[in-house]
């Protein structure tokens, strides 16, 4: 269907339908992307697809939050009537995603997935640290009951807990959590220092992520998943707020030899 044709859809239907501005835009937004075409493929990605509408076009309303859900639901069910039921069977996800707290990044959109396929743990900064229960608490339901094969750390450029980070101003509370991020730089101090200052931050974004990925190979639930022969693979991603790309840091761990130094290993007992 050429985009004549694609116009004159949105048309008729615009006027069948004598829908509101935000639901125009929904429309235009699947008629842009292929929904509307009788020809194109329909599936569940199709209907579930997160759609860029601002709360300023639900009137700043928590009601208008409803309608949506109401009417997302709606959608879904008339698409796919038997979604909803599957879905309270239980889930079966294959990919854990520890990523940042920034309401730019939410990781099912960014990577085209709908429910119940990314198991979500996000904070400031996508830290994962050794004493946060919250954090081990994530990894441990993810790999040792829900059977992740997949563990993606995910960070994004111009994150505001880098920045923080580099920085020797007060921010309060969020600095004792950011603290391991001055660590970091320290680790790797010369590097950073001999980038121009515009590069820095961005580095700084990278080797974040990197160190997270340490942090979580080195735990003894990813160690004794591979000590049983489990497939889990820890991955490095960082996502640009400018482009809407991800870039893969070619940071994969699969096994404990991967780790950056074998004080991180785990040993096993062998029960003769």
Not at 39 to 50: E, G, L, V, W
Not at 195 to 215: F, H, S, T
Not at 220 to 234: P, S, Y
Request: glycine share 6%; aromatic share 6%.
């Amino acid at each position: 269907m050429d985009e004549n044709e694609n116009a004159d859809n949105f048309k008729d239907a615009e006027e069948i339908l004598n829908i509101n501005k935000s639901e125009r835009k929904i429309m235009r937004a699947q008629s842009e992307m292929g929904f509307l075409d009788d020809h194109a493929p329909r599936t569940s990605i199709d209907i579930i697809t997160p759609l860029p509408i601002s709360f300023s076009e639900v009137g700043e309303s928590l009601e208008g939050l409803l309608e949506n859900n109401k009417k997302w639901a709606k959608t879904i069910t008339a698409q796919v009537p038997t979604f909803f039921a599957n879905h309270a069977k239980g889930q079966n996800p294959k990919i854990v995603w520890i990523g940042c707290s920034d309401s730019r990044v939410p990781a099912e959109t960014v990577v085209q997935l709908g429910p119940g396929e990314i198991f979500v743990h996000r904070n400031i900064a996508n830290q994962f640290n050794h004493t946060d229960l919250n954090s081990l608490s994530v990894l441990q339901y993810a790999v040792d009951h829900l059977k992740v094969e997949h563990i993606i750390v995910c960070g994004h450029y111009g994150c505001g807990g880098v920045l923080a980070s580099m920085s020797n101003q007060q921010h309060g509370l969020v600095d004792h959590w950011l603290r391991n991020i001055k660590d970091v730089y320290c680790a790797n101090k010369s590097e950073i220092d001999a980038l121009p200052e515009c590069d820095r931050a961005n580095r700084m974004v990278e080797l974040n992520v990197v160190q997270q990925v340490y942090n979580i190979a080195a735990t003894n639930i990813v160690q004794n998943a591979w000590e049983g022969g489990r497939k889990l693979e820890v991955h490095g991603w960082v996502y640009d707020l400018g482009t809407g790309l991800i870039k893969d840091l070619e940071m994969n761990i699969r096994e404990a030899k991967d780790l950056r130094d074998q004080i991180f290993q785990v040993l096993f007992e062998k029960i003769n």
